[in-house]
């Protein structure tokens, strides 16, 4: 999926910061993890019944050196597909 593609389906911003990846995402309707110079999405998108119920993000931070909860992050990877849960999404956005 394009950069914009996921952008429009699962309303990502782009860029963002973690900070606001984290209001959006974290508890129950995903999760939000720094991962070295990446921070990874794992977002809840209601698809249907019976149907997968995560998606993937991989956000890379814009700044060497600087990731804090204010650095801007730049979206560079949308998952495809949707997953089942949180932690297929997570391993996916990590692979990215």
């Not at 950069?3 to 209001?23: F, W």
Request: aromatic share 12%.
């Amino acid at each position: 999926m394009t950069i914009s593609e996921g952008m429009k389906k699962y309303r990502l911003a782009n860029p963002s910061t973690p900070e606001d990846l984290e209001m959006r995402f974290s508890g129950m309707d995903g999760k939000v993890l720094n991962f070295g110079e990446t921070v990874l999405v794992a977002g809840y998108y209601w698809g249907g019944p019976g149907k997968p119920a995560y998606f993937a993000a991989a956000y890379e931070y814009l700044e060497d050196g600087k990731h804090d909860c204010e650095s801007t992050v730049s979206l560079r990877a949308v998952s495809e597909v949707e997953f089942a849960d949180d932690g297929h999404a997570i391993a996916w956005a990590m692979q990215q």
